[in-house]
C-alpha cells in the first residue's frame, strides 16, 4: 500500500489548476499560456466541462494564485505587458502528459465514472479505451493520487482525485453509493423496459444524489472562501 499523501486543495485550487492543465494542453498561441488573470478568470467561471459553474472575481482568482504559489504549485512571470501564471505540477508530482490531463478533467468535474473521465480526458490526450485508462490508473492509485469510490475496474466504477479534504472525500464516497453498479453483493438486480416503475426509482435517486453532490460542492466551496479569508 502506497504512503504517499497529498495536502487537500480547496475547490477553487483544484479549478484553478485544472485551468491552468487544461490551457497549457489546448492553447495554440503562445499568447494563452502562461495565462493572465483575466484569462484564468474566465476559464474558472466557463460554463462547458466544468462542474459546478462557478462565479469567481479577478480578486478571488488571484488570492487562490496567491496561495497556491506559497505552495510550490504554481509561479507568476513578470516582465511583460502583464503579469502571467503557470502551473509548475509535473515537478511537483513528478507525472507524465495524459496522467496530468486526467488530473485535470477531475479537478474540474469532480468524482465520475472511468467511462466519463476517459472520453473527457481525450479532449487534451488520446486514450483509446478503458484498458488504456485503467493502465494508465494504477500508477495514480497506488501513489494515492486517484482514488476509487467504488469498486475499481467494474462497470459504472466512480474515482476522483486525492486531493479531497477529508469530509469531502467522505461525501463523495457515500454519494458514491448510490451508484447502481457499486454494489459489492453477488445478487443482481436487472431492470427492464418493462419495469417502469422501478426504473423510474432508479433514475430518481440518481438525479437525487447528482443534486445532492452539486449542492454538497457549492457549500464547501462557500466555506473554504470563508475560511481563507480569515487565514
Known sequence: MSTDTWDPLTALDRR????L??????SKSP???PMTLNSL???CNQKSNRDPVLNLDE???EETLGLLQRRGLVSKITGGRVERW???LYEAWVIGKVEMAILAELFMRGPQTEGDLRGRTSRMNEIADLDELRR???PLVERNLIIYLTAAERRGSQLTHGFHPPAELAAAK???GTDTYADDTPTVTRVSASSPDVLASIESRLADAHAQIAELRTTLAALEKRIAAFE
Do not use: C, F, N, S
Not at 484553478?16 to 485551468?19: K, R, T
Not at 492543465?21 to 489546448?26: A, D, F, G, M, P
Open 59 to 61: 480578486d478571488e482568482v
Open 41 to 43: 478568470m474566465i476559464g
Open 174 to 176: 457515500a454519494a458514491a
Open 136 to 138: 494508465l490508473l494504477k
Open 31 to 33: 499568447d494563452a499560456y
Open 16 to 19: 484553478v489548476l485544472g485551468v
Open 86 to 88: 503557470r502551473h509548475l
Open 21 to 26: 492543465i487544461e490551457k497549457q494542453k489546448t
